[in-house]
């Protein structure tokens, strides 16, 4: 019992926390669960994962009920800067 305590103890120190997740609500019901997503004009950025980024028309996007006034959803603590919109 302490030894598996101390497993999870220690995948909880040394596994770190990079990106909380977000939901995304489309129009159609859909959800995209994703690590980032961003308004800007009549479009909305989505960072999926580390490696993917999708453009979505603002027409497809349930805005007031994925954004709640706010432009931008979720957070991303990356090491690297990433190109693109997420500067």
Do not use: W
């Amino acid at each position: 019992m302490v030894k598996n305590g101390i497993i999870l103890l220690l995948m909880l120190i040394f596994v770190p926390g990079t990106a909380r997740a977000a939901n995304l609500y489309l129009k159609d019901g859909g959800i995209i669960a994703c690590i980032l997503a961003k308004q800007q004009g009549e479009t909305v950025y989505v960072l999926v994962n580390k490696f993917t980024e999708i453009e979505l028309d603002k027409s497809e996007v349930a805005i007031k009920k994925t954004f709640k006034g706010k432009k931008s959803i979720g957070t991303y603590h990356g090491h690297k800067k990433r190109a693109g919109h997420y500067r």
